[in-house]
């Protein structure tokens, strides 16, 4: 699944990237504005789609002067499934949420990083999940079981197989331990690529990004 485009898993058309547009506010546009958002595809190719899709009644038309404005009909029957289908993202995190809701041992974070939260894969791109390890129950000074590793490990397993079902794209796990991550954050250095890209553009689940931010002042003396 493309969560970029995701109306494409029923229609790769242009006709899903028009929608996409008019269901992404509550507001109406001409051509030439649904034309600059949806971009790589000809304004006429655009005018052609909103015209099919006012046949429809999908789409409502106000004309102004020589000017015609757009909107999505939002009492049409379909109108719920549209809306639905371009919150696919936003589905997913939830979905995911409900599903670690009922771990144990639960993690102390978790964010979709990547390209999905970006915006920006395609149907090939993995869905990529940062996991931070719980703490307590994996400190040397309270080791945990063969057990509960097994149990952690399964969820995991469990998730990455989840996301896959839910979505058609393989999901790809990053996990660290919440001493890695302390570590890093009070080590004086900058942090690696991939921390700095999920604090700037992770989709937090669990957590936020002020917790993979340095800690000011830090000097890994501590």
């Known amino acids: 699944m493309d969560l970029a485009r995701p109306l494409s898993v029923i229609t790769p058309t242009l006709d899903a990237d028009v929608l996409q547009v008019l269901a992404g506010a509550n507001a109406s546009f001409t051509a030439p504005q649904v034309h600059r958002f949806v971009g790589g595809r000809s304004e006429s190719g655009v005018r052609r789609t909103l015209q099919r899709l006012v046949v429809q ?3 409502h038309v106000t004309t102004t002067g020589r000017t015609n404005s757009y909107v999505l009909n ?4 379909a109108a719920e499934h549209v809306l639905g289908l371009t919150q696919l993202r936003t589905r997913l995190a ?3 949420a409900e599903e670690v809701e009922q771990w144990d041992p639960s993690p102390l974070g978790l964010a979709l990083f990547g390209s999905a939260a970006r915006g920006t894969m395609t149907t090939k791109s993995d869905i990529d999940v940062f ?3 719980p703490g307590d129950e994996f400190e040397d000074e309270t080791p945990a079981t063969d057990a509960t590793y097994e149990r952690w490990d399964e969820q995991l397993l469990g998730l990455s197989w989840l996301i896959t079902e839910w979505t058609g794209n393989d999901a790809r796990i990053l996990e660290y331990s919440g001493r890695e991550v302390s570590a890093a954050r009070h080590s004086g250095f900058p942090l690696e690529s991939v921390l700095v890209d999920i604090a700037d553009h992770g989709m937090w689940i669990i957590g936020s990004s002020a917790d993979l931010r340095p800690v000011p002042g830090a000097d890994g003396r501590g």
């Not at 939002?74 to 029957?77: A, G, I, K």
């Open 94 to 96: 939830d979905a995911i």
């Open 74 to 77: 939002r009492q049409h029957l």
């Open 57 to 59: 009644g999908i789409v």
């Open 131 to 133: 996991v931070v390890q």
